[in-house]
């Protein structure tokens, strides 16, 4: 079997956790900001662990995360 090619674009933004979960960065982060309250900005900053039903598509794109 060939190798499987990795989404580049999808690889810079998920990580996996230790237990094997996919992580991933919030979204609004990089400009407006000055609208935007502190406690806003800060949970923001916070990664999330992706839903589990899109969890299995990203792991089809990044096949050796």
């Known amino acids: 079997m060939p190798?499987?090619?990795t989404n580049?674009?999808?690889a810079k933004r998920f990580r996996k956790t230790g237990t094997?979960?996919?992580r991933r960065n919030k979204a609004y982060?990089?400009?407006?900001l000055?609208?935007?309250t502190t406690k806003r900005?800060?949970?923001l900053r916070q990664s999330v662990i992706v839903a589990k039903a899109d969890a299995?598509?990203?792991a089809q794109l990044v096949p050796y995360l």
Not at 29 to 32: E, G, K, N, Q
């Open 3 to 5: 190798k499987i090619k």
């Open 8 to 10: 580049r674009g999808a």
């Open 20 to 22: 094997g979960k996919i």
């Open 29 to 32: 982060t990089s400009h407006i």
């Open 34 to 36: 000055t609208k935007k």
């Open 41 to 43: 900005k800060r949970d």
């Open 56 to 58: 299995r598509n990203i």
